[in-house]
């Protein structure tokens, strides 16, 4: 019988890369990071509950279903007009993955300074394949094309405020003139082929369209029209004699979320947003209600972001990071 002197092959383990020290640390980062977001936002809750218990005691089950529903649309429309400032940049990217890379990187403004937001929305837009430097320009876009349509619709909350006066009214008469000529197409161009040339980076292959502009600022509108429905419906079942009408809701809270996205050390412009709220409200009520009001009005989009945050991040379970060949360019 013929004796088989074949050896067994030993499989040859295969040993992943090591895990470079540079990949290292920025993991850690990613983890500092995101535990500093979550302490961050469960503190704010702690410590808002006591001030809005009796506001939220007082309304009924359908207006704070009401107020939630039109903060969450209001979020989706956000995600839409994010969307559209890619697309005008050349990144075509499905709503879904928009949402997961805005919607993730927004809860960094809980962190004190407004740079936290566009560097989470940066390591995410890497993954969806576009570069870190179009990425944060896209963000800045949004941003200031955001706060022209705030300051627009916030002409309607201005009438209210001058009752009280206030910085609130001097900055946006003073700013919204000059937020509509920078979100002219020929300006704001040239604006981000200098904002992309200064980061060393090619700039934009066509000029903005007007198209593509009216369609960012439309989402925008129809977003801060929609948070000033939130606010409305907060105020009017609060009762305590409030009564502000729509426009003054929508207008005043426009305003109020300018003025808290300009105070960049405040943690999603804690005490400033606050601040012109009261100032909207007091002239339909107490300073107290209106406080409560406002303060409600934090609590609910906090756990309004924090919901569509997690919707997103849950989305996106089991999808591979797309690396693109400049993965490893700087963050700038």
């Not at 939630?68 to 879904?96: C, G, M, S, Y």
């Amino acid at each position: 019988m013929a004796i088989d002197t074949t050896l067994p092959v030993r499989a040859e383990l295969v040993t992943p890369p090591p895990r470079t020290a540079r990949a290292t640390l920025i993991k850690g980062i990613r983890v500092v990071i995101t535990l500093a977001i979550a302490a961050s936002i469960v503190y704010a809750v702690v410590r808002l509950w006591p001030d809005v218990r009796s506001t939220l005691l007082r309304l009924n089950a359908w207006t704070l279903a009401g107020s939630f529903l039109a903060a969450l649309a209001a979020i989706a429309a956000n995600v839409k007009a994010w969307q559209a400032v890619l697309r005008e940049l050349d990144h075509d990217v499905p709503t879904v993955r928009a949402g997961q890379i805005y919607l993730v990187g927004q809860l960094g403004k809980y962190l004190p300074g407004s740079v936290w937001a566009f560097v989470l929305q940066m390591e995410l837009s890497l993954r969806a394949g576009i570069p870190r430097a179009r990425s944060f320009a896209a963000s800045l876009m949004l941003v200031g094309l955001s706060t022209t349509a705030a300051l627009l619709l916030g002409l309607f909350g201005i009438p209210t405020l001058v009752e009280v006066g206030g910085a609130a009214v001097w900055g946006a008469a003073i700013l919204a003139p000059v937020a509509v000529i920078c979100a002219i197409p020929p300006v704001l161009s040239r604006l981000v082929d200098l904002f992309l040339r200064i980061l060393g980076r090619a700039g934009l292959n066509h000029r903005l369209r007007l198209t593509g502009l009216l369609r960012i600022m439309g989402w925008s509108m129809l977003a801060w029209t929609l948070f000033g429905v939130h606010f409305y419906l907060l105020g009017v079942g609060a009762g305590g004699n409030l009564s502000p009408t729509l426009t003054d809701a929508i207008g005043s809270f426009a305003l109020a979320m300018t003025a808290g996205l300009l105070a960049v050390a405040s943690p999603s412009g804690l005490g400033v947003r606050e601040a012109v709220l009261v100032a909207s409200l007091s002239p339909f009520g107490g300073v107290g209600t209106a406080l409560g009001v406002a303060l409600a009005s934090r609590l609910v989009l906090t756990v309004a972001d924090v919901l569509a945050a997690g919707v997103a991040a849950w989305s996106a379970r089991g999808i591979r990071a797309e690396e693109p060949s400049g993965a490893s360019e700087p963050v700038l």
